[in-house]
């Protein structure tokens, strides 16, 4: 066993019986490089990562690329999902080399930490053009010993480059609603017209753009795409559930892992275009895919596991796939591979009842059981709106052990966030998202309970996330905090896609209660953002789907309600009904809150306040009247 064996992450777990001398990230790999003059080999993956698996079963299992790696290197594993902060800077540096990037990342550093080669999955031999990764360690070891020159030049063009993505300096232009149409035009513009979605192949989901276009009433690209995504493949017809993406550009074949994430934004998407639509078809999907939530990623004490892995037994989608000898009507079935399908189609219940239970009987992936702050927010989001919204007790209850979890095992003695649990062990700060997201979900689940600590817990994280990581001179906000490790740089991650990056869900979530709390200085860091990000959102409206629903939020007429008495009052659901993705909540009584002073019951019954700017109308009483 190497220095893994003590790590929380099950992807440094899953590398500590290889032969390579890995490190984890920290000052005792650091040292040794710096010490020994030696480069640093940095691998960066995750533990639902398929060709993270592939690599480590080729490479870093042989004896003979281990023997050569512990040689010439100090080698170090992180799992990106621990150290984000990690993970941009240096796939920053990657993608600046070559232009893409992905996992595996395989990066090369000087003993400071500074990139100066890097690159992706390398094969154990040639082919396809990549050379052998055996290759690749012998000449950059060469290059250290007998180039240094040319290394010490490449580490600084490339730190250059990663400094620079983070000094983007804000738009003078103006933040006006045309904005906002010239969004929706590129992404009709850029939709792919028969299969829906943005890109061929692979195709990825982007809820974001797809809460954008509902926001706006663009239908048509939202239920294209939701029906697609759903026939079967990418999404679980049996045990509900997205899987991270296809490889095709008909969301039939997908690389079958599932993510927390995924999953915690697609349960709200299919939920708003119910809400919008009519379309029983996506409560149906918003409750399946919560429900695989709950049945298989729900962790004892409340908390949500990260994802499963694409693999099973060393089998890509074996858990997922289908030989016809096994009782499904060949009209339901799509090649895969090693003569296994895909189910897709329509499935009577009981037959979808019975395959489900005959897949249960089958081995099923790992699972990462770590829990993540920031993908654990967005469930919260997911499941507090829903169990209100489709009056599922149950969920709440969930979803109030969530906010629990989140503010008792994931959180430090000082109330500040931390990253990732596991088992009784939490690892490292909380980063930008984790603080963004975490207050996003409290905010819905103030309003699904009308518990007002919910609500203040939400204000007080997203301050504190104002004051650990704003950029003052530039506007915006450090995806690490001001406390946090002193990397190359530090980066603020801006785009939105397959997930709300932070600078976009804190925007999001200060405009909320600037509203409610009538905080202009909470709308002025929101605007910072906004003003980071305008260029971009004409040039590529579908990395910047969040960052555009922010913007319909602060350009929209300011409408808040306060409701007073039982959330599940009457009035208050009448109140409520509907999407109002615009509308921002209070409910009390409470003081404290802005929005909700001098406000109670109406002669003892629940009261709804709606109000434009803390200018309210006459208390209701009555839900016909809304």
């Known amino acids: 066993m190497n220095r893994l064996a003590g790590e929380t992450s099950p992807y440094l777990l899953q590398h500590a019986g290889n032969p390579v001398d890995w490190y984890p990230w920290g000052e005792e790999a650091l040292a040794r490089a710096r010490d020994e003059d030696r480069p640093i080999l940095l691998s960066i993956g995750y533990a639902a990562c398929h060709w993270c698996h592939v690599m480590e079963h080729e490479s870093f299992e042989d004896d003979a690329t281990a023997a050569l790696m512990n040689e010439r290197f100090v080698n170090i594993k992180v799992d990106r999902e621990e150290r984000p902060d990690l993970d941009a800077v240096y796939m920053e540096a990657v993608v600046a ?16 930490g500074e990139p100066f080669y890097g690159g992706t999955y390398y094969p154990p031999e040639e082919r396809h053009g990549l050379p052998s990764f055996r290759q690749v360690l012998t000449a950059i070891g060469d290059a250290w010993r007998d180039r240094r020159d040319d290394v010490a030049r490449s580490a600084a063009q490339l730190v250059e480059a990663v400094r620079h993505s983070s000094s983007l300096r804000p738009s003078l232009e103006p933040l006006s609603s045309e904005l906002l149409g010239a969004a929706v035009r ?27 276009l509902l926001r706006r009433g663009e239908l048509e690209p939202v239920v294209k795409t939701l029906d697609e995504m759903a026939r079967g493949g990418m999404y679980d017809l049996l045990g509900g559930g997205f899987h991270r993406y296809s490889v095709d550009e008909r969301w039939l074949v997908p690389h079958f892992e599932k993510m927390l994430y995924d999953n915690a934004q697609l349960a709200p998407a299919y939920l708003h275009a119910w809400l919008v639509t009519g379309n029983e078809r996506y409560r149906e999907i918003a409750e399946e895919t919560l429900e695989y939530l709950l049945r298989e990623l729900l962790l004892p004490e409340g908390g949500f596991a990260s994802a499963q892995d694409a693999d099973t037994e060393g089998v890509e989608g074996l858990t997922f796939t289908w030989t016809p000898e096994e009782g499904v009507p060949a009209e339901l079935l799509e090649p895969f591979e090693h003569g296994r399908f895909i189910l897709r189609g329509e499935l009577e219940p009981e037959l979808a009842q019975r ?28 499941l507090a709106e829903a169990g209100w919204r489709l009056e599922r007790p149950d969920w709440v209850d969930a979803a109030r052990r969530l906010g629990a979890f989140l503010l008792g095992p994931l959180s430090d003695g000082e109330g500040r966030l931390l990253r990732s649990y596991r088992e009784g062990r939490t690892s490292g700060t909380g980063y930008l998202d984790d603080y963004a997201n975490v207050a996003h979900g409290l905010l819905e689940l103030h309003v699904a309970t ?6 203040e817990e939400a204000n007080r994280l997203a301050r504190l996330g104002v004051e650990l990581f704003a950029d003052e001179e530039h506007g915006g906000f450090f995806l690490s905090p001001a406390h946090g490790e002193r990397l190359v740089a530090r980066t603020k991650e801006l785009d939105d896609h397959p997930l709300p990056s932070g600078n976009s869900m804190l925007a999001h979530v200060l405009l909320r209660l600037s509203r409610i709390y009538g905080d202009d200085e909470l709308e002025r860091q929101a605007v910072g953002v906004l003003r980071l990000v305008r260029p971009a959102l004409e040039r590529a409206p579908a990395a910047f789907g969040w960052a555009l629903c922010a913007l319909d939020l602060w350009l929209s007429p300011p409408r808040e309600l306060a409701i007073v008495g039982p959330v599940d009052s009457a009035v208050a659901r009448a109140a409520l009904s509907g999407w109002q993705p615009n509308t921002v909540v209070a409910v009390g009584p ?25 200018v309210c109308q006459a208390p209701v009483t009555d839900p016909a009247l809304l």
């Open 186 to 212: 590129g992404l009709r513009r850029q939709l792919e017209p028969v299969y829906g979605g943005w890109g061929r192949a692979p195709k990825f989901p982007n809820a974001p753009a797809l809460e954008f």
């Open 355 to 382: 395959l489900f239970e005959q897949r249960e009987l089958r081995p099923k992936p790992l699972r990462d059981d770590k829990a993540i702050a920031s993908w654990n927010g967005l469930a919260l989001a997911a």
């Open 590 to 614: 409470g003081s404290g809150v802005p929005l909700l002073e001098g406000k109670g019951l109406v002669d003892g019954k629940p009261a709804v306040y709606i109000c434009e700017r803390f």
């Open 97 to 112: 080399l070559s232009g893409q990037g992905g996992w595996p990342m395989t990066v090369f550093l000087t003993p400071a």
């Open 450 to 455: 009308g518990e007002l600590r919910w609500l």
